[in-house]
């Protein structure tokens, strides 16, 4: 067909809009072995990289059909064998324009993290023109404690790491922390201070405060969001910062942020960025996706105010029935958003896979499995615990992946659902960087 030679896709037949995609591997879904998830992500050739760990962090590839990808590492699969005998921790696996993959993962020790930047080939290879081992261990201060919690990638290869740094600024507390590396793995001198970005998020000072969630928008200024916390008051906030790491003056007052005041006790759980409305899509959650609580979605203009076109107070709660925790917001083409995470529902089921899709105005949209939510399930244990972790616009169709429990152990669950949106996923996120190669 004409549209698939141009890698378009056209709509699912035999699906609606939020049902799994019957073409995709086995009736919608697949189990890759045991682990957890941490990222998943769209190649612009249409092929998927999930990063997952169990002792060490590696990444599964797959086919734009949902079959192990054999031409990438070895059968499908490479092991990032840095903390041998210890326990690797996936942060994010990001995709340079030349097609390598960076894979950004923390050896986790104890009360010791390092951070570790892998660089792998195309065909899944640790890349020898990275380092001699294809790594490059990440080091600060000796008196630091920096835990990484997530990473982007900027269109210069440059990438942006973000978590918390306790006892890293005079106030002795636990702040949040950004680092920008060259492609080369070398510390952007030209960022913040020595590369280095450390900032209280919470005007007029909080007792603590770490990011969750990083992305870096289309005019290079990074946008990053997380917790803050002040006495007994938890609040999710969002901050901007100038592409040397400065505060961002245009976005929310003279200090970059913007709390979530209408959002209190929970945390930003994931950032999306609209192009066409030059607006960032908040995901918000109470608890964990193991303990699922409340969550719900706003979104914020590129002034940093709150977008009342969004609702009354530029939030949007999402109340499916039982417990819910979202872990990753998407923004298709034609702007309607899809939220992905865990659903703890009432009854014998631990825990789904959960889908919302919400309208331009924030209304949930009825044209999504009916009344705007999905609930999806593996169950390779009768009643079991499955939780998306990670999600990606893949030509167009949601690819959520996370864990699915089975015989007590967790495994990489991957599953896609159908879609009437006929335009590929390079449209989806706005950019000519997600187009197939040529």
Same mark, same amino acid.
């Given at each position: 067909m004409l549209l698939t030679?141009?890698?378009?896709?056209?709509?699912?037949?035999?699906?609606?809009?939020?049902?799994?995609?019957?073409?995709?591997?086995?009736?919608?879904?697949?189990? #890759?072995?045991?682990?957890?998830?941490?990222?998943?992500?769209?190649?612009?050739?249409?092929?998927?990289? @999930?990063?997952?760990?169990?002792?060490d962090a590696g990444v599964i590839a797959l086919t734009a059909q949902g079959d192990l990808d054999t031409s990438f590492g070895s059968a499908g699969r490479r092991t990032i064998p840095y903390n041998v005998g210890g326990v690797d921790r996936l942060v994010a696996v990001l995709e340079r324009l030349d097609g390598r993959l960076v894979v950004v993962l923390r050896g986790d020790?104890?009360?010791?993290?390092?951070?570790?930047?892998?660089?792998?080939?195309?065909?899944?290879?640790?890349?020898?023109?990275?380092?001699?081992?294809?790594?490059?261990?990440?080091?600060?201060?000796?008196?630091?404690?920096? #835990?990484?919690?997530?990473?982007?990638?900027?269109?210069?290869?440059?990438?942006?790491?973000?978590?918390?740094?306790?006892?890293?600024?005079?106030?002795?507390?636990?702040?949040?922390?950004?680092?920008?590396?060259?492609?080369?793995?070398?510390?952007?001198?030209?960022?913040?201070?020595?590369?280095?970005? @450390?900032?209280?998020?919470?005007?007029?000072?909080?007792?603590?405060?770490?990011?969750t969630s990083v992305l870096v928008d289309p005019d290079g200024r990074i946008v990053v969001g997380g917790e803050s916390r002040s006495g007994e008051l938890a609040r999710p906030y969002v901050a901007r910062r100038l592409a040397n790491g400065d505060p961002d003056p245009d976005f929310a007052g003279a200090d970059g942020i913007r709390t979530l005041t209408g959002a209190p006790e929970q945390r930003v759980t994931a950032l999306a960025y609209d192009p066409n409305g030059r607006r960032i899509v908040v995901g918000t959650s109470a608890g964990t996706t193991l303990s699922p609580d409340f969550a719900g979605l706003a979104r914020i203009t590129d002034s940093g105010a709150m977008d009342f076109l969004f609702s009354f107070d530029g939030i949007v709660p999402? #109340?499916?029935?039982?417990?819910?925790?979202?872990?990753?917001?998407?923004?298709?083409?034609?702007?309607? @958003?899809?939220?992905v995470g865990s659903n703890d529902p009432p009854g014998l089921q631990v825990s789904s896979f959960f889908l919302a899709r919400v309208l331009v105005n924030g209304a949930l949209d009825s044209s999504f499995s009916d009344d705007g939510f999905q609930f999806l399930e593996f169950d390779l244990d009768t009643n079991g615990l499955d939780e998306a972790r990670a999600a990606v616009l893949a030509g167009g169709r949601v690819v959520a992946a996370g864990s699915a429990v089975d015989g007590g152990v967790p495994q990489v669950a991957v599953l896609r659902t159908a879609s009437s949106l006929i335009l590929a996923d390079g449209f989806e996120r706005g950019s000519s960087h997600s187009w197939a190669n040529p």
């Open positions: 030679a141009l890698g378009l896709t056209v709509p699912d037949l035999a699906a609606d809009d939020g049902d799994l995609d019957l073409t995709f591997a086995d009736g919608g879904q697949t189990d #890759l072995g045991q682990g957890y998830v941490g990222s998943v992500l769209a190649l612009r050739d249409g092929t998927i990289r @999930i990063g997952y760990w169990s002792a020790d104890d009360f010791e993290h390092t951070p570790v930047l892998a660089r792998l080939t195309v065909d899944g290879d640790l890349d020898d023109t990275f380092s001699a081992d294809g790594m490059h261990e990440l080091f600060f201060n000796s008196s630091w404690s920096v #835990l990484v919690l997530a990473a982007a990638i900027q269109n210069d290869g440059k990438i942006v790491l973000a978590g918390r740094c306790f006892e890293c600024l005079a106030d002795g507390e636990t702040d949040t922390f950004l680092a920008r590396y060259l492609s080369t793995g070398a510390s952007d001198t030209n960022f913040g201070d020595n590369g280095r970005v @450390i900032f209280d998020a919470v005007e007029g000072g909080t007792d603590y405060d770490y990011a999402l #109340l499916p029935s039982g417990d819910t925790h979202v872990s990753q917001v998407l923004v298709q083409s034609d702007r309607r @958003i899809v939220a």
